[in-house]
């Protein structure tokens, strides 16, 4: 059984950072792909970081140049890295891991940025 699991979440003022990670375990075999997304309220669920297998990263607009996500595999965790925050990246984030048999998804971490 494959779970992940996010922490870092938090409240924090406009500007501020926070770094979000995601521990996943269970028997994997491959992973094509690891990401984060996130959902206000309101909103849809959109892509906030993916990181490919190969290093090759695709960030939404909105968080070009403030947001670095990063794997470190010997500790099966990704990371989120999240600077400049903005009042509009409150949201509930969730890891994703993908996989060739079926994607997972952690239960997600609140992010609050309020003033």
């Known amino acids: 059984q494959v779970q992940l699991v996010e922490s870092g979440g938090g409240s924090v003022q406009p500007g501020g950072s926070l770094r979000l990670s995601c521990a996943y375990s269970?028997?994997?075999?491959?992973?094509?792909?690891v990401g984060w997304f996130r959902q206000a309220p309101g909103k849809q669920r959109e892509m906030v970081a993916v990181?490919?297998?190969?290093?090759?990263?695709t960030y939404a607009d909105a968080v070009k140049g403030r947001f670095t996500i990063s794997r470190d595999n010997a500790k099966n965790t990704v990371y989120l890295q999240m600077n400049s925050l903005k009042l509009e990246d409150t949201a509930v984030y969730y890891c994703?891991?993908?996989?060739?048999?079926?994607?997972?998804w952690g239960q997600g971490t609140q992010v609050t940025v309020s003033s």
């Open positions: 990181l490919v297998r190969g290093d090759s990263t």
């Open positions: 269970g028997t994997i075999f491959v992973i094509n792909a």
């Open positions: 994703n891991v993908i996989t060739p048999v079926q994607p997972y």
